[in-house]
């Protein structure tokens, strides 16, 4: 009894309750086979797929579930676009209620169990190929990230700077992200950084995108606006036709709806 014990206090100081683990993971932090079986057979632990445990489903989070992804089984994945904008306060379009989407970045595969898991979020990936560059052999999903405690315990998850979510959002623009939306989350990023951005911009290889993104700002005539180095963001040539039937805009040679 005493072995039970201090296995389960083992295991709550291990990994909090909604916590995703591997059998693997749960072995590299002293756990044996034989001890995560009984406590599979106690239903202190559950096994929700080949391999995979939680502890007490029914706090399982989006929040712990993109921890568990990035912390636990070491994928690429960062909290982006959408997702990254509304957790950092700077969008008032949506709301994490019922029936959440989360939006990942990365270029690894979504686990089986994530699709399958019974709870009311949506996941959905985003490459990063193309995106960025990849400089001295560091993954460009590293790069223009910032780290967001989401539990009491101090755990963080990983998204992207607003910089960076905003660029992944006009990526969508306008297949799933309308014009509209696109111009009313900018009108609440007025403290972008302009050194964050010219890096950003500069490393970015979606021309769409760039082209995008300094036509919104121009829109909007920021303060950050104003101090980015254009000759220095490569915007490529020829007309990039984004909305069908809309006007081009002559500097930045997109088109774009007749009413903005």
């Not at 057979?41 to 399982?60: A, E, F, H, T, W």
């Not at 997702?83 to 994490?96: K, M, P, R």
């Not at 911009?201 to 021309?207: A, F, G, S, T, V």
């Amino acid at each position: 009894m005493a072995i039970n014990v201090e296995r389960r206090k083992e295991l709550y100081d291990l990994m909090p309750e909604g916590l995703i683990t591997t059998r693997k993971w749960l072995m590299e932090n002293n756990l044996s086979r034989h001890a995560i079986d009984n406590l599979v057979k106690s239903d202190q632990l559950q096994l929700i797929s080949k391999g995979i445990y939680v502890r007490n489903s029914s706090k399982i989070t989006w929040q712990s579930l993109v921890y568990s992804l990035q912390t636990i089984l070491k994928t690429d994945f960062v909290l982006g676009g959408l997702s990254a904008l509304e957790i950092q306060g700077l969008s008032h379009y949506l709301s994490f209620s019922e029936n959440k989407t989360i939006h990942l970045y990365g270029n690894d595969k979504i686990p089986n169990w994530l699709i399958e898991i019974d709870i009311n979020i949506k996941f959905i990936k985003h490459t990063t190929k193309g995106f960025l560059e990849n400089e001295n052999n560091e993954s460009q999903n590293k790069l223009f990230t910032i780290e967001r405690e989401w539990d009491n315990e101090g755990r963080k998850l990983i998204i992207a700077t607003p910089e960076r979510a905003y660029l992944e959002v006009l990526s969508d623009v306008p297949s799933k992200i309308t014009f509209e939306h696109a111009d009313q989350l900018i009108q609440g990023l007025t403290t972008l950084s302009p050194r964050s951005l010219q890096k950003l911009l500069e490393k970015c290889q979606n021309i769409k995108v760039k082209r995008l993104f300094l036509w919104f700002a121009e829109r909007h005539n920021y303060a950050w606006s104003n101090k980015l180095d254009h000759d220095k963001i490569t915007l490529g040539s020829g007309n990039r036709m984004i909305v069908k039937g809309g006007k081009l805009d002559k500097k930045y040679k997109i088109t774009v709806p007749e009413w903005l």
